[in-house]
T-cell receptor
Framework: EPEVTQTPSHQVTQMGQEVILRCVPISNHLYFYWYRQILGQKVEFLVSFYNNEISEKSEIFDDQFSVERPDGSNFTLKIRSTKLEDSAMYFC????????????FGDGTRLSIL | GENVEQHPSTLSVQEGDSAVIKCTYSDSASNYFPWYKQELGKRPQLIIDIRSNVGEKKDQRIAVTLNKTAKHFSLHITETQPEDSAVYFCAANQAGTALIFGKGTTLSVSS
C-alpha cells in the first residue's frame, strides 16, 4: 500500500536556525498538508496546498513558515528562525481530492529546538 | 472557525467490552468526519470516516454515527481487544480541506 514518506525522522536544531522538513506524498494525490502535534497534545492543522499554491492556512502558519513543491514528488515545509515553541512532531499528509477525502499521514518528523 | 470537543479524555475497558467515544463540532458547514487511531510514537492512522449525507457507517468492529442536527458524532468499538489500545482522535473539516482535531481519547483495553 502506498505511503506518505517523511525525512528526516528526527531533526535537532539550534534556536534561530532554519529547518526544512521533507515529504513525498502518495503519487496520485493532488492535495498536500502539514500538521503539527506538540507532545501529548492534539494534531493541529498548519496548511493545505493544491495546484502549486496554498489553499488554506491556520493562524499558526505565520510568516516564519513556508511550503514549496520544488519538483514533481517532494513537498517541503520551511521554518525560518526557529523558536523553542516550534518543537513538535510535524506530519505531512496527502489526499486524492480536497473536501471530504481521506487524508493519509506520514510517520512524521520530530523537530527539537535547543 | 470549527471547534471540535471530544470526550472522554481517557477510557478503560475490559477486553470484549464495547467502547464509545463522542465528539461535537461547531460549524454546521462541516461535512466530513474522520476518526484516527494513533499508537505511541506513530502516525495517525485513518480507521473510519463518515460524510454528512450518511447517518451511520460500519466496518467490522468499528462503527461511526453522525447526528447533524445535534452536531455530534461518535465512534463505537465492539468486542475490544488489547491491540485496540491507542489514542483516538476525531476530526471535522473546516470550510474546505483543513481537518480540525479533537484532543484525543486514550483507550486502554485490559485482558
Amino acid at each position: 500500500e502506498p505511503e506518505v514518506t517523511q525525512t528526516p525522522s528526527h531533526q535537532v536544531t539550534q534556536m534561530g536556525q532554519e529547518v526544512i522538513l521533507r515529504c513525498v506524498p502518495i503519487s496520485n494525490h493532488l492535495y498536500f498538508y502539514w500538521y503539527r502535534q506538540i507532545l501529548g497534545q492534539k494534531v493541529e492543522f498548519l496548511v493545505s496546498f493544491y495546484n502549486n499554491e496554498i489553499s488554506e492556512k491556520s493562524e499558526i502558519f505565520d510568516d516564519q513558515f513556508s511550503v514549496e513543491r520544488p519538483d514533481g514528488s517532494n513537498f517541503t515545509l520551511k521554518i525560518r528562525s526557529t523558536k523553542l515553541e516550534d518543537s513538535a512532531m510535524y506530519f505531512c499528509a496527502s489526499s486524492v481530492g480536497g473536501v471530504d477525502q481521506p487524508q493519509h499521514f506520514g510517520d512524521g518528523t520530530r523537530l527539537s529546538i535547543l | 472557525g470549527e471547534n471540535v470537543e471530544q470526550h472522554p479524555s481517557t477510557l478503560s475497558v475490559q477486553e470484549g467490552d464495547s467502547a464509545v467515544i463522542k465528539c461535537t463540532y461547531s460549524d454546521s458547514a462541516s461535512n466530513y468526519f474522520p476518526w484516527y487511531k494513533q499508537e505511541l510514537g506513530k502516525r495517525p492512522q485513518l480507521i473510519i470516516d463518515i460524510r454528512s449525507n450518511v447517518g451511520e457507517k460500519k466496518d467490522q468492529r468499528i462503527a461511526v454515527t453522525l447526528n447533524k442536527t445535534a452536531k455530534h458524532f461518535s465512534l463505537h468499538i465492539t468486542e475490544t481487544q488489547p491491540e485496540d489500545s491507542a489514542v483516538y482522535f476525531c476530526a471535522a473539516n473546516q470550510a474546505g480541506t483543513a481537518l480540525i482535531f479533537g484532543k484525543g481519547t486514550t483507550l486502554s483495553v485490559s485482558s
